[in-house]
């Protein structure tokens, strides 16, 4: 399996959109003609994924906040993120120094 | 007698029906196209009915409070609404996701930057053929097909996601290939493979638009390959040609269960094909909300759940895969919304409704019926 390279940051594709479904108490992941349903560790990725964020920069929050190993988290992101990228639902942007700011 | 003591207050039981996912909000009925399988009712609503812009913010408003999630901006041509990019707006701002259905014909790039800027989400855009030949003879548009082609790449160019739909039938059945290399390459991520459902428009033009069982057959085989082949690169979305099915189709994946309709004159409809059931009562929005239409009006009421299936449904084992296929159908072929439809193998009619595609699908060129405002007869 190929990894995704850690300082791409990723971003939810146009048409793509993460909210809080008040009606049914859920987090919902938007997309032409379909309605998703991330379970709680997908909502806790797709929190951080804002067009700013690296992927490693994701993954080291992750680490900090919940009390698991940092490489198990790596795998999971990668692997959660490499899936949403195959179905359209993510893209990744290569970034160089000074552009994740902006 | 046998009397059973029993409180008169709840004469009805019912469980309170889950939000629905999905609105269709035809904006209007005007259209520039002329598409011989409208899903249009055949009386279709004239400019003067429609509702105003204020009621529209307020039925989204009602909608993203009911638990609706996505909205889908349609018609007729959702554009001849010059308060199209208001109404998107306001979607954005309760937080409804927000899908465009275009005919693509008319609509400047100033025009797409707009609702593109306003926020909308996704566009969906219809090809009546992959070629302009067919494309311009089965909307009765003369250059239609160009028009769509520059629309499809100005959509890409702002950035926006592309769905192209097609709704296929005899005359255009053998393009499914072309349908798909034409999304490829207009940079789609969605397609929709559409086969004609026969109810109003279509249902008065089956003759001619109903395909063959081997054409029917030969498609469903191509949009499986295509679909294997093309998996992350283009979605393929498929409805099935229930004539030549063994089971029905899960029409609107249950009755007053997942979405509703709003006509331009402001009627909730359980789907868009409600009103050929007569005597349905459907509520309107300029008279109730949207949550009390949703779980209190008669006609949403009518068919939800698995209560009022034959018993031929009710004992079936797919009663809730298929929720007792189409109510519309029921109602075109059997005369009865109530019964099973006709396109499940296990219905007494079933031979029938396959009889009724085949001597239609050997009928060979039939002049279309086009979709249009009736005209009254004058003539006195």
Redesign the interface.
């Known amino acids: 399996m190929t990894a995704l390279v850690t300082s791409a940051v990723p971003r939810l ?3 793509v ?1 993460l ?1 809080h ?4 108490g859920q987090w ?1 992941l ?1 997309a ?2 379909r ?1 998703l349903n991330p379970d709680p560790v997908a909502v806790e990725i797709l929190k951080k994924v804002d067009g700013v964020r690296s992927i490693e920069i994701i993954v080291d929050e992750l680490a900090s906040a919940f009390t698991v190993e940092r490489a198990r988290i790596a795998t999971d992101v990668d692997a959660f993120l490499a899936g949403l990228k ?3 639902i993510v893209t990744l942007a290569a970034v160089t120094v000074g552009d994740a700011a902006s | 007698m046998n009397v059973v003591a029993q409180p008169l207050a709840q004469p009805i039981a019912r469980p309170a029906p889950p ?1 629905p ?1 999905g609105m269709l909000a035809e904006l209007t009925h005007r259209c520039p196209l002329q598409c011989p399988y409208c899903s249009n009712p055949v009386d279709l609503d004239r400019r003067t009915v429609e509702l105003d812009t204020q009621t529209w913010l307020r039925v989204f408003s009602e909608a993203a ?3 609706v ?2 909205v889908h901006l349609s018609g007729g041509e959702p554009t001849a609404r010059r308060d199209l990019e208001q109404m998107i707006r306001h979607c954005v701002e309760v ?1 409804l ?1 927000t ?1 465009l259905i275009t005919a693509g014909v008319g609509v400047t790039p100033e025009r797409l930057a707009a609702i593109s800027d306003a926020g909308i ?2 566009v ?1 855009l219809s090809f009546q053929g992959a070629t302009a030949e067919v494309t311009d003879k089965v909307s009765n548009f003369r250059g239609a097909h160009e028009r769509k082609l520059a629309v499809a790449r100005e959509v890409r160019r702002l ?3 592309l ?1 192209i739909n097609s709704v296929v039938h005899r005359a255009n059945i053998h393009q499914i290939p072309d349908f798909i290399e034409l999304a490829l390459e207009l940079g789609a ?2 397609i929709e493979i559409a086969h004609s459902q026969y109810y109003g428009w279509a249902l008065r033009n089956r003759g001619a638009l109903m395909p063959t069982r081997d054409q029917v057959f030969w498609a469903l085989d191509v949009v499986e390959e295509a679909r294997a082949r093309l998996k ?1 690169q283009l ?1 393929i ?1 498929a409805v099935v040609p229930d004539y030549y099915a063994k089971y029905p189709k899960p029409c609107m994946n249950g009755w007053g269960r997942q979405s509703l309709n709003v006509t331009p004159a402001g009627k909730v409809l359980p789907c868009h094909a409600a009103e050929t059931i007569p005597g349905l009562d459907f509520w309107n929005v300029r008279e109730h909300a949207l949550e009390d239409i949703w779980l209190n009006a008669p006609s949403f009421n009518a068919f939800r759940g698995t209560d009022w299936m034959p018993d031929l449904c009710k004992s079936c084992e797919r009663k809730e895969k298929d929720w007792g296929g189409c109510r519309c159908q029921a109602m075109a072929i059997a005369g009865d919304a109530a019964a099973t439809d006709p396109a499940c193998h296990k219905s007494p009619l079933h031979a029938h409704l396959l009889a009724l595609a085949e001597a239609d699908a050997a009928g060979g060129e039939v002049a279309y019926d086009y979709r249009r405002y009736v005209v009254p007869d004058r003539a006195n």
Not at chain 1, 21 to 24: F, I, L
């Open positions: 594709a146009r048409g959109r909210r479904d008040e009606a049914r919902v938007l032409p003609e309605v195959e179905k359209g | 939000a996912y409070k009911l638990g999630l996505q937080g996701y899908n989400d996704h969906q950035g926006l996601p769905t991520g969605r992350g979605t979305d």
